[in-house]
């Protein structure tokens, strides 16, 4: 059977995360995830985690300087000291409400150095994510979304990760960006599942309720099922209405 989890970065985020989390388990979710949760006091989005027994799956590496348009720091060379005390901050937070991934952005460049600069972050992630049973996940962006982001497809995710060798560092797998950028959704789930450390979903092309756009993912899911995969699947979807509706998960379950 599939689990989903709610993205509380794009779900009920006019709310303080303790306030989404309760909304989400009330909604029907077994699990949540959120983008940038630094605002809000540990503790009490932890006291809201064990109220409801929601997991948080995942949350986000600071994006750097929002008034710049930064979109991440780890794969900006001569950036390397802010990258890391992101890092530093995404994994103490992540303690403190015992988060199970931690997603290092890459940021907007390109080209070798910025490969080798995000490749050295990935590994210190790593490094210091490891004592705490913390994944660390790599994530490809659109290209419309987010031109010029540093990590846009699943091939190049693997060459990096192939050249890490960790196996805390995982691919976060999002059908809506790669459905975008290299389609063949389900044959690349197959093949790249070893190591794929989360799935999110959301219609394409417009990003809103998963059970609409050109992608079937009553299919998607079914074939996951039959791979065995049994992890909540992220709910990333901004809500057409405007409000929260979740009645499209009644199609997945
Ligand atoms: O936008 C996404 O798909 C993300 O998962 C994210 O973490 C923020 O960019
Ligand atoms: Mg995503």
Known sequence: MTTFSANLGFLWNDRPLPEAIKLAYQAGYSAVECHWPYQFDASEVKAALEETGL????????????????????????REAEARAAIDQSIDYAIKIE???????????????????????????????????????????????????????????????????????????????LQIMEGDICRRLTQLLPIIGHIQIASVPDRSEPNTGELNYGYVLSELDKLGYSAPIGAEYKSKAGKVDSSWLDDYR
Request: with cysteine.
């Open 55 to 78: 997991q948080m799956l995942g949350l986000n590496t600071d994006r750097g300087n929002l008034a710049n348009g930064e979109n991440g720091l780890s794969a900006l060379p001569g």
């Open 99 to 177: 988060a199970l991934n931690i997603h290092v952005m890459a940021g907007f460049s390109t080209g070798e150095e910025a490969k080798k600069t995000f490749i050295n972050n990935l590994l210190y992630a790593s490094d210091k994510a490891k004592p705490h049973n913390i994944n660390i996940l790599i994530e490809p962006l659109n290209h419309y979304d987010a031109p010029n982001y540093f990590l846009q497809t699943s091939e190049q995710a693997k060459d990096i990760l192939q050249e890490i060798g960790r196996d805390n560092v995982k691919l976060m797998f999002d059908c809506y960006h």
